[in-house]
């Protein structure tokens, strides 16, 4: 199984990178580290004319503390951010998603701006992201903006980011007496999943001050629970309020039936999920910072 | 003496001698292989489960860069190979000319300079189908009106291809009429494919001057391959040589001859240049043998006691487009009737009905002897449902109805002759390592608090080592095997088997078989198999067969040599052949431990000093027609929690406890049962081939076929008991599949364990965390 | 010729590796796969393709010391970048303490995941010198065995990591000298 023959640019600069795209943009797939792409390129699921590598751009690796933020560089890959100790205090929910993507191998090249643009529903940042409110900076030759997570992922494969753009770094807030706890059901290691949760407290005494709720597997696109989040604001994280949060979300859910499971059994393990990820959250806000 | 500086005998965890080329990333597999001027094949294959060719245009695919030909089944009906046998004497397309009867389905092949090429030009071939209804059951089968998928063949009127029985009706009846209590068990044994990590393959070479073929090829039956392909091709059988290079695992996926194959032998006939066909993952998955596929309906009849007095069975069996089971001839449903298993049961009636489908053919046994896997999963699934229904614990109620050790050889209602066994023993070997009876309260503990736990037990009984000859065949080639056995003047030998390993590490295992019969170290006996112009013929390695039955001819023709070396021994040292004591590697003359000869020397003589009249050399053949089949047999017992709120099962711990008779290398052995126990977890928990309503295959590639990793798969704790077998020269039985066969129903008998206090008596495999969900959520547990 | 099919010549670049230490160079099409390069242009028919999809791990090698697949990679994508195959495992004759630990322990039966088993180990042994079950399992968890049921890869990996514990104590020349294959 081997790809349809494509051109091949690998940019030494993002303005270079920018420039390509500029002009071929609309004919082209851009490949960070290509876990995602070069399968579909083989499955010729995908035959783009060109692949624009931007693999060997400068400075787009690493996650860095930054003026209350934290900036995950697009070309982080999976495994900096799984081994990252820092993180496991900072923001947990980081290290403990990037542990369950795809295998070992897969997290040594995939990298975390690769995954989010690819937009897979499967895919476990984008939920991740939606949790934790994040911002996603995208460059074109015009410059520089910022789309926030909850509009960046449209649809199945789709993102807000245009053709000339590229993803160079994603901004995630940063708050005191906060946490999040990633859980997810796959079937082995390697499968996306069938159902996974994001969840991200932040803490004000014993109340929950805001909440974050993002869903895997279940929609055309990672969700958002608004209703759950909006639904813990200001409570104290009772069973009670929990419950009912994760009833919220579990309506949120859309999901269909395939050979993972039922709409009703992914639904109903989002409810688990979110009561699970909540506690952990909370006990780990509570604890740390 | 000389027998101290012996090893490798039987008993013995020699390390392997195959090893090193592998470590050193030299083994010699099929796409390894680069023959000057080689061409590559890729394969066309029908997006539709079920459709009728209109048109199949090759013009812009043939003018394409690097293309040296597009082979369609047209092209092949002009040379009569549109279609070849099968393995169960049916006809199977080659490439499709009239209609394509499965998603996956070979429909032509291009062959290209580039693999790149040649795949570039199958994209631009263009085929016109007209798309028909599907049946992708053998329910919908034998629905009224449902459209006729073999319309090839003259008499054929529906989709329906075998009716086939065993065991006695009118006994079993009159037995149920008046059983105590009747346990009924429905169950569908689902699809799943061997899947080894290599795919199959091979590199056709046909010599235009002299005409011989040397293919290269994928497969765990070289010999029987040849025999088939001269008589598709017409080829004389000396002009064919199948070569089975190393092998990535077989599991019984490389048993049949696939399309593949037949197309690119023509294609290099035809073009004059080797031609490569290597399978991608999809092409495996979806188009070559899968196995099992049987929707099971079992009654057990039990009298007051909890004694079993009959069992019967009805299946149908899904076989696919083309019915290409392989296995024995004679039984249509593979040894489905060794399902009275490790029970003494009076009487048991078994009917099965094979059914046409618009899926991939095959019926291959993965890591099985012929649907013994699905015999022994419906008999161990029926016994744990038993023991639940009636409130006795599953392994008392198991130990009750035993076969027991006095009773063999022991003839069962469905005609086996079982040759030797201990079920007792090993079961109370297991429960023991297990700690059953601490477990069990433990257990019950657990579940008051909440919890959802569980053990399950399986102690199955394999039948294995096909033939005898006179009952099994394959197209009427008799299930025999063969070694030939040529020591050199210094004293070291080569072995040649009719068999073929695939990982099972024969280079050892039958060098050492010699080291103990001949006294020869098994490091200076180099084996060789899979080369049919160099090899003696034998029907390959499946079923559990190699040991059993390859495993005693090599110990018969190390006897024959032993005995010719016997008279040159006699000869060396002036006594009488009867004076002569043998010790391993060596004779001596009897009260005088010191005059003797060593094998070595023996071997010597065979070719500078030999008794007057004897013909040279020390070398022989040996074919072996077993007596009997071999009945290994074994408990084994799986401790699982499952998750209330996910429905996911964590296995915490499997105790095996494998009886195979006697073991000639333990290392080997237990490596063997570690890798069919976690395919039989892949089987029980992930593994499966299903298809939609159209005929789609879902499972076509390793993200959608599911094989357990390092992280799901359990750790095994191994126990044994040794009931050697009492007509095999060493005693040994098959051991490959007994892991694979018995496991399945350990796994989902702890699941249900698990769940009875819910009422929960069944969960179809695989048990995936959705299925058991759905059980825990109807019986109102939730988190 | 085909006006829409590309000019395949015209794509191709130049890729450059150092492989098991050697400089190696060809002209290839973009589209080329690491592992393909390896095996067709390179002929290290050592490293192997069990499936198309990333999920098997037969391919893996070692980038510049990292386990990845290599079915998964461009051949143009990791030009100018250093890679290990099993071909590079040993010193010569002399196996590495990864194949001897295979060897001993009966961590491989058809082989063919062998190689990818191997480099993940021995990239494991690296950076965590005494690694549990556990870590090992979950290091090897994105290579697929049919075989073994990786109770015996597990061991083998351990068996390594003894061997150089055990060379690390008492340090012989050539046992150093050995371990890279460089």
């Not at chain 2, 002009?78 to 080659?94: E, I, Y």
Request: charged share 20%; net charge negative; proline share 5%.
């Amino acid at each position: 199984m081997f790809p349809a023959a494509f051109d091949y640019r690998a940019p030494s600069s993002l303005a270079e990178a920018v420039d390509i795209l500029r002009q071929r943009g609309e004919e082209a797939k851009v490949m960070a580290g290509g876990q995602s792409l070069i399968p579909l390129l083989k499955l010729r699921f995908s035959q783009p004319a060109l692949v624009v590598d931007i693999g060997r751009l400068p400075n787009l690796a690493g996650v860095e503390r930054k003026d209350g933020h934290l900036r995950v560089g697009a070309l982080t890959r999976h495994v900096q951010v799984e081994s990252n100790t820092d993180l496991r205090t900072l923001c947990p929910i980081l290290p403990e998603a990037a542990h369950w993507i795809a295998d070992p191998l897969i997290r040594n090249q995939g990298t975390v701006g690769g995954s989010v643009c690819h937009a897979d529903p499967q895919g476990d940042w984008g939920s991740v992201m939606l949790a934790l409110d994040a911002d996603f900076v995208a460059r074109s030759e015009s410059g520089e903006r910022t789309i926030k997570a909850a509009d960046f992922f449209q649809g199945p494969f789709t993102t807000a980011l245009r053709p000339d753009e590229v993803l160079t770094e994603i901004r995630i807030p940063l708050a005191a007496h906060s946490a999040g706890a990633y859980n997810k059901l796959e079937r082995k290691v390697g499968d996306f999943a069938t159902v996974a949760v994001a969840v991200q407290v932040e803490m004000n005494g014993d109340k929950i001050a805001k909440a974050g709720i993002g869903l895997t597997s279940v929609g055309d696109r990672n969700l958002k629970a608004r209703d759950a989040e909006k639904s813990l604001a200001g409570k104290q994280p009772t069973d009670e309020a929990i419950a009912e949060a994760a009833r919220l979300a579990a309506a949120a859910a859309e999901p269909k039936a395939d050979v993972r499971g039922s709409a009703e059994f992914k639904r109903d393990i989002v409810r688990v999920f979110v009561q699970r990820g909540l506690k952990t959250a909370v006990a780990r806000a509570r604890g740390g910072q | 003496m000389a027998a101290t500086h012996v090893h490798g005998g039987i008993g013995e965890s020699i390390k392997r001698k195959e090893d090193s080329r592998f470590l050193h990333g030299k083994g010699n597999y099929i796409d390894d292989l680069a023959l000057p001027g080689m061409l590559h094949m890729s394969i066309l294959r029908s997006p539709h489960a079920h459709a009728r060719l209109k048109s199949v245009d090759t013009s812009a695919a043939s003018g394409m860069p690097g293309v040296i030909a597009v082979v369609t089944g047209e092209l092949m009906a002009q040379h009569k190979l549109a279609w070849m046998p099968t393995l169960s004497n049916d006809t199977q397309a080659v490439l499709a000319t009239d209609k394509v009867r499965f998603q996956g389905q070979e429909v032509a092949a291009v062959i290209a300079e580039t693999r790149y090429q040649a795949e570039d030009a199958r994209d631009a071939i263009v085929v016109d189908y007209e798309v028909l209804t599907a049946v992708t059951s053998p329910e919908g089968a034998k629905t009224a009106g449902a459209p006729l998928i073999r319309d090839d063949k003259e008499n054929q009127k529906d989709n329906h291809i075998y009716h086939w029985e065993s065991g006695d009706q009118g006994t079993t009846r009159a037995a149920f009429a008046k059983a105590d209590k009747v346990v009924r068990l429905h169950t569908f044994y689902p699809r799943c494919h061997p899947a080894p990590l290599e795919t199959c393959g091979c590199v056709a070479d046909v010599n235009g001057v002299t005409g011989k073929a040397t293919i290269y090829m994928t497969s765990q039956a070289p010999h029987a391959i040849r025999t088939v392909f001269a008589l598709v091709t017409g080829l004389p059988e000396q002009n064919i040589r199948v070569i089975s290079p190393d092998i990535g695992g077989g599991f019984g996926n490389k048993v049949p001859v696939y399309p593949g194959y037949v197309v690119a032998t023509a294609a290099s006939l035809l073009i004059g240049r080797p031609v490569k066909w290597i399978e991608d993952r999809t092409e495996n998955l979806i188009s070559t043998g899968y196995a099992r596929d049987f929707h099971m309906t079992g009654d057990l009849a039990l009298d007051k006691d909890g004694k079993i007095t009959a069992l019967r069975v009805h299946l149908d069996s899904d076989n696919g487009a083309f019915f290409a089971d392989a296995q024995p001839s004679k039984f249509k449903a593979g040894l489905f009737h060794i399902v009275t298993g490790s029970y003494d049961i009076p009487t048991a009636h078994i009917t099965a009905d094979g059914y046409y489908t618009n899926k991939a053919p095959g019926g291959v046994a993965y890591r099985c002897s012929f649907r013994v896997t699905e015999a022994s999963y419906l008999i161990e699934r029926l016994i744990t449902n038993a023991a639940i229904e009636i409130g006795m614990d599953q392994a008392e109620f198991r130990k009750k109805n035993f076969i027991r050790k006095d009773q063999f050889p022991y003839h069962s209602a469905t005609g086996w002759v079982y040759d030797s066994g201990d079920y007792h023993k090993a079961m109370d070997v297991a429960l023991d390592q297990l700690g059953y009876d601490e477990l069990r309260k433990d257990v019950e503990k657990r579940r008051k608090q909440g919890e959802v736990t569980g053990i399950g037990i399986a102690s199955f009984t394999e039948v294995v080592g096909a033939g005898h000859g006179a009952d099994f065949d394959i197209l009427g080639l008799r299930m025999f095997d063969s070694a030939e056995l040529r020591v050199h003047p210094t004293g070291k030998a080569m072995l040649r088997m009719g068999t073929k390993s695939q990982g099972q590490g024969h280079e050892t295992t039958f060098a050492q078989i010699v080291a103990e019969e001949l006294g020869i170290p098994a490091a200076d006996v180099a084996v060789e198999e899979g080369d049919t112009d160099t090899a003696p013929y034998g029907l390959g390695t499946y079923a559990s067969r190699s040991t059993p039955v390859a495993g005693a001819a090599t110990a018969m023709v190390s006897r024959k040599l032993r005995e010719k070396g016997r008279k040159i021994a006699a000869h060396l040292l002036e006594a009488a052949e009867e004076d002569l004591e043998w010790e391993r590697g060596r004779f001596f003359v009897k009260g005088s431990p010191d005059k003797g000869k060593t094998i070595q020397e023996i071997a010597f003589a065979a070719y500078t000093n030999l008794p007057e009249g004897m013909e040279a050399g020390l070398e022989g053949v040996h074919y072996y027609d077993p007596p009997n089949m071999t009945y290994p047999f074994g408990t084994y017992a799986v401790v699982v929690d499952v998750d209330k709120g996910t429905g996911q099962v964590k296995v915490k711990r499997v105790v095996a406890v494998d009886d195979c008779g006697v073991r000639i290398n333990p290392m080997i052995v237990e490596g063997q049962i570690h890798g069919g126990l976690t395919e039989g977890f892949g089987i029980a928990f992930m593994e499966l081939i299903t298809f939609d309503a159209e005929g789609n295959c879902i499972g076509s590639n390793f993200m959608d076929y599911l094989l357990p990793t390092a992280w799901e798969s359990p750790k095994f704790e191994l126990g044994e008991t040794v009931t050697p077998s009492p007509h095999h020269p060493l005693g040994a039985k098959g051991v490959g599949e007994s892991p694979t066969v018995g496991s399945p129903a350990a796994y989902v008998n702890a699941v249900i364990d698990a769940l009875s206090p819910y009422g929960v008596k069944n969960i179809d495999m695989p048990v995936t965390p959705d299925k058991v969900w759905a059980a825990l959520r109807a019986a109102g547990v939730s988190e | 010729m085909n006006s829409v099919s590309p000019n395949l010549d015209a794509l191709a670049r130049h890729v450059s590796l150092k492989v098991n230490g050697a400089e190696r160079s060809a002209d290839v099409e973009p589209r080329v796969l690491l592992v393909d390069f390896i095996r067709t242009n390179l002929r290290l028919t050592g490293t192997h393709i069990g499936c198309d999809t990333s999920s098997c791990g037969a391919c893996t090698v070692l980038v510049d010391g990292t386990p990845m697949k290599s079915c998964t990679l461009l051949a143009v994508q990791v030009s100018g970048r250093s890679i290990s195959t099993v071909e590079g495992l040993a010193a010569g004759a002399a196996m590495s303490p990864m194949q001897t630990g295979f060897h001993e322990e009966h961590g491989l039966q058809c082989g063919f995941c062998t190689p990818g088993m191997m480099l993940v180990g021995t990239a494991l042994l690296e950076h965590n010198p005494n690694p549990t079950e556990e870590q090992i399992r979950w290091a090897i968890s994105g290579n697929i065995c049919r075989c073994t049921g990786y109770m015996n890869i597990v061991k083998a990996i351990q068996h390594a990591a003894a061997i150089k514990a055990e060379a690390v104590k008492a340090p012989k020349p050539e046992a150093v000298a050995a371990g890279g294959g460089q």
